[in-house]
């Protein structure tokens, strides 16, 4: 079995890239408890841009 200098650098850019889109997903997703095999995050995710618009809109008609 020979292992090709190009076979090994495909093999590291595919599980690179799929290394970052599974941060991007986790990133952009809604969950506030993530499990996976052998690690569970529990983290607080940003409040939902329309509620920032809402707030911001209510503060607006508040200060005036």
Known sequence: MSLNWSEL???????????????????????????????KIHRNPPPVKEEKEKDENNNLVNNI
């Open 9 to 39: 650098g495909v093999f590291i850019s595919v599980c690179g890239s799929v290394l970052v889109s599974l941060c991007f997903a986790i990133q952009k997703s809604r969950c506030d408890k993530i499990e996976c095999c052998c690690m």
